[in-house]
Antibody, heavy 117, light 106 residues
């Protein structure tokens, strides 16, 4: 069974940093592209970042480019999102999602990030 | 960026109804269009990928069609468990973008 489990969320002050992790199991992690997607409370979905299966290629949404960094460790079946210079508008539930023929076929349960003084 | 516009934003329907949700893209996404269902407090679930391919385990009452800039998600006969929010998602180019969602209510 495919499992994606996010962790690392919490309350952080504006300007602060957090590192989110996504532990993958139940599939060959190194064979799949991965993404981060967030959802602000009561709002829609926002794609944030993509990483290729090897980790050599990454893409970012304009809203987080230069502040967030996606990475992966295929040996540890782990995906990460380093988030710096956090703003109030970054408050959201953060999901990791597995890429599959363009769609995202498996999602974690999400980890909540709250940016507030 | 490709803008995705769903309609309607909300929809009231009854069990057994046939329902269609539309998604329009601001430019062509070919068939790189996916549909998700999200229930309260849960992660999105992939229903349809590449416009018309049914994800494994998804009931056949769900179907998708379209290409280019116009796409539809149809539920042929609504079941009680189908009341949820539905999102379209273009994966043709980065940044990936989602529609604003369609809330399907009883």
């Amino acid at each position: 069974e495919v499992q994606l489990v996010e962790s690392g969320g919490g309350l952080v002050q504006p300007g602060g940093s957090l590192r989110l992790s996504c532990a993958a199991s139940g599939f060959t992690f190194s064979g799949y592209e991965m993404n981060w997607v967030r959802q602000a409370p009561g709002k829609g979905l926002e794609w944030l970042s993509y990483i290729s299966n090897s980790g050599n290629t990454t893409y970012y949404a304009a809203s987080v480019k230069g502040r967030f960094t996606i990475s992966r460790d295929n040996a540890k079946n782990s995906l990460s999102l380093q988030m710096n210079s956090l703003r109030a508008e970054d408050t959201a539930l953060y999901y990791c999602a597995r890429g599959y023929t363009g769609g995202f076929d498996d999602w974690g349960q999400g980890t909540l990030v709250t940016v507030s003084a | 960026d490709i803008q995705m516009t769903q309609s309607p934003s909300s929809l009231s329907a009854s069990v057994g109804d046939r329902v269609t949700i539309t998604c329009r893209a601001s430019q062509s996404t070919r068939t790189y269009l996916n549909w998700y269902q999200q229930k309260p407090g849960k992660a999105p679930k992939l229903l349809i990928y590449t416009a018309s391919s049914l994800q494994g385990g998804v009931p056949s009452r769900f179907s998708g069609s379209g290409s280019g800039t116009y796409f539809t998600l149809t539920i042929s006969s609504l079941q009680p468990e189908d009341f949820a929010t539905y999102f379209c998602h273009q994966s043709y180019s980065t940044p990936h973008t989602f529609g604003q969602g369609t809330k399907l209510e009883i």
